[in-house]
């Protein structure tokens, strides 16, 4: 049984998927089914990252997230390479990949195998965490094993990526707890079992580089949020009270149907506050709900003011936004 060894957070910078879109294709197309950890929180494998950067790379070629949601990997690797030969510009990256290999044995491999689909341009082989670091290196992808990382593995994963500026860190190990493999995922590592063949590695590189190269030249994937700042509330419940029954001299009910919005959408913002939470997943959902109608009501406030001015409504003084 492969473990899962991702959370939601490496996950999300690995494929560029946003984490309420994860959960709502997980919800709406089963399109995965990440174990959980004894807190709750959602746990992936190494395949379900494979499959969600093949689907988010489909994505950006205009396919549907429902025709591509119950197909295997091979399948969506097929579909993928049809875009990708028939794309005006090569998909897969640079013709020459560069990369640093850390662990004498992986070394080794890499030396003795093709390297079908990606060509490798192998700039340091083999060495250590010190040498690397003496050398600096600037290579797109770091292969290495897990050993060759010392006794502070992700401390060293850390800096080897920093000074490399690799765009993809693959580490390959045989034995491990959890909990470092967890931690490895967290700061961004591609984890392989080992012992692994060369061109499930050179695969997992073709993977991320098509997305990376997609990515770049097509829409990316809305970022979420990274200001969670909510916006203070400008009308307060007197004032939209007043402002449902309020007659303008244009005969127009737009003001009534405003302030029923925005109170509809105050009163979710504090239902999603309060609302009971099952795990650290479920109340990072709501937080995010309670942001999302918050700034969705910022919105409509600006709106109600232009309308207010435009009819030259006078709200008479109920005392600011009480209630808030």
Known sequence: MVEAHYKMAAVVRLTGIPANTLRTWERRYGITSPDRSAGGARLYREDDVVRLQLVSAL????????????LEIDDLRARLDVHRRTAPEPLSGPAEVAVAVLGQGLAAQLRSAPHAGVELFVPFDGGGVDELLAERPAV???LV???ALGSSPVSAFRQVMEITGARLGV??????PASLLWRLGDAGARLVQGPSRIASLVQVIQDHLDLDRVRRASRPFPAPPTDDERPERYFGPSELGWLREARSGIQCECPNHLASLVESLNAFEDYSLKCESRDEDDAALHASLALGAARARAQLELLLQSV???DALEIPDQGGPEGV
């Open 140 to 142: 797109d992808v770091v």
């Open 171 to 176: 580490v390959v190990y045989d034995f491990a």
């Open 308 to 310: 207010i001015e435009a």
């Open 59 to 70: 994505l950006e070629h205009g396919e549907a997230i429902g025709a591509l949601a119950d």
């Open 145 to 147: 094993q897990l050993a």
